[in-house]
């Protein structure tokens, strides 16, 4: 039995899609504060501002991240949402679950919490949604001790680290996405469970340039993998493409008929660089101008295939559109080899060298890609110790981002003009 | 050259309890010791918070630090909203 009225709510269980609120109110038939959520909601629709307060002392001892303090400004007429926090759990690698851990998660936030979850945030912890005060030490206590489970990053940590699939299920992921990406979340369990940066701090993993993270438009630090070396080719395969026996795309998009497969419009004239064209029945690609955007492997498959030269591409500074709009993450280092071998130490090196700068030059609630931003360019290339590139930039001939600095010409800035004038008329 | 632990501690505590707000962002501790490196203040700050001498504040997307009686007066204010 509903507690409150809500008209509002109710319409948008009229569309044709499943809708979260229908999933709320099945919810209330067993736990009840669940009604409290529509009220509010329902109220804010009809006020429109929002009636919820966050943040606080919640948490749990010792961590200064994974929980976030919700309380309803209305405790008495919304009882059921008085307290109503947040918790981030630190999703596995790649998102792979057994059964038998959702239902345990599940099971457990029946019975400390609301039992709603949001599967997953945008930040890729699972989360879970509303729980009271009093009960965030024992669902954090039965969540460690009886399956092994951590909270994941908020607050000015490093977030919970995410990544792709990776070699686990793509045969286009250039490095150990998960790999990395776990031993990543190990190595910095500090960072990311207490406090450390001016704001937010986030890094995650893509195999390929396909980046299907979205890291180059969320993390402080993307690495994407790439490689320096050829497009793996196989003529035959290209031949049965053009002869329409293999499927485009892999097969995707096949519910309707896109008529004969047209290597020429499909793959060649999408090329952004052009830098592909047929030549006497061969598919030929100049490599030294491909960015790697992908869309011929995605096209072709069973063609073509990344190189063999694996690593990845280091991009830094984005950030979502809280300041300024939204930025992208910038190319910093073309290339890396990220490996087990030496423990990924030239990727931690790389990361700690920008903390040390940001954690003394970034304002509060500053980003690392603000502060980039603030500085420029060559003044971050400077501080990293990394040489200008042309990579660096869209168009490195137009583009004169690097200044000389006296030092670095010969006789500075001081010269005899009437013996310059000499050889260089004016 | 940088502070010894203990006397970094005592700095920082005593830079939470003067402060204006009780709150305040990893980054305003580091003038307790400008020889000691950011990341040497972080962990001397979370210690304190294991000790009890600081506790954790988050806005949600921050977090922040304070002397925890000060927070806790100032969370109490701000609990609580009307009907």
Redesign the interface.
């Known amino acids: 039995m509903a507690k409150h009225e809500t008209p509002l709510l109710d319409q948008l269980e009229s569309g044709p899609w499943p809708s979260f609120v229908s999933d709320i109110k099945r919810q209330a038939e067993t736990k009840p504060e669940c009604w409290d959520i529509l009220g509010v909601l329902e109220l804010s629709y009809e006020e429109r501002i929002t009636h919820w307060?966050?943040?606080?002392?919640?948490?749990v001892f010792?961590?200064?991240?994974g929980?976030?303090?919700?309380?309803?400004?209305?405790?008495?007429?919304f009882p059921g949402v008085e307290h109503f926090h947040t918790m981030r759990v630190n999703q596995p690698s790649s998102k792979y679950y057994t059964t038998k851990f959702l239902r345990q998660l599940s099971d457990l936030w029946e019975k400390h919490g609301s039992g709603m979850t949001n599967m997953h945030g945008s930040t890729g912890d699972i989360i879970l949604l509303g729980c009271r005060t009093e009960e965030l030490e024992p669902m954090f206590w039965d969540m460690t001790h009886e399956m092994n489970q951590d909270l994941g990053g908020?607050?000015?940590?490093l977030r919970t680290p995410a990544n792709c699939l990776g070699q686990s299920r793509c045969e286009w992921s250039c490095y150990d996405t998960e790999e990395v990406c776990y031993n990543l979340t190990m190595h910095y369990q500090?960072e990311l469970h207490?406090?450390?940066?001016?704001?937010?701090f986030k890094f995650k993993f893509s195999g390929c340039p396909n980046d299907c993270v979205s890291a180059i438009a969320r993390s402080d630090v993307a690495v994407i993998g790439t490689w320096r070396d050829d497009i793996q080719i196989d003529q035959a395969a290209v031949k049965e493409y053009i002869a329409g026996n293999y499927p485009g795309n892999g097969g995707a998009h096949s519910g309707r008929d896109w008529g004969k497969f047209d290597i020429q419009k499909e793959v060649i004239d999408l090329c952004p660089t052009e830098c592909m064209w047929m030549e006497d029945g061969e598919l030929k690609i100049d490599n030294s101008e491909c960015t790697r955007c992908m869309h011929c492997i995605n096209v072709m498959p069973r063609a073509l295939r990344p190189g063999k030269d694996k690593g990845a591409t280091i991009c830094v500074g984005a950030k979502a559109p809280i300041l300024d709009g939204a930025q992208f993450a910038t190319m910093i280092v073309p290339f890396m080899k990220i490996e087990k071998e030496n423990d990924y130490e030239e990727l931690i090196d790389f990361i700690e060298k920008i903390?040390?700068w940001w954690?003394?030059e970034?304002?509060?609630?500053e980003r690392c890609g603000e502060c980039m931003q603030r500085f420029g360019l060559p003044e971050f290339l400077r501080i990293m110790g990394l040489e200008p590139l042309p990579q660096h930039i869209k168009e490195p001939r137009s583009n004169p981002y690097v200044f000389w600095k006296e030092e670095e010409v010969p006789g500075g800035w001081e010269r005899d003009v009437v013996e310059f004038r000499k050889k260089h008329a004016a | 050259m940088a502070l010894e632990k203990d006397a970094l501690k005592n700095a920082i505590e005593e830079k939470a309890t003067k402060s204006p707000k009780p709150q305040l962002y990893i980054k305003d501790f580091y003038v307790c010791d400008p020889d000691s490196k950011p990341r040497v203040i972080k962990n001397v700050a979370n210690e304190m918070v294991r000790e009890g001498r600081l506790m954790f504040w988050s806005s949600g997307s921050t977090t922040m630090y304070g002397i925890p009686s000060r927070i806790q007066d100032e969370d109490a204010k701000a609990e609580g909203g009307e009907d």
Request: aromatic share 12%; proline share 7%.
């Open positions: 307060k966050h943040g606080g002392i919640v948490g010792g961590y200064g991240g929980v976030v303090g919700r309380y309803v400004d209305l405790p008495k007429r908020s607050g000015s940590n500090d207490r406090p450390a940066f001016p704001y937010k903390w040390d954690m003394v970034g304002k509060n609630r």
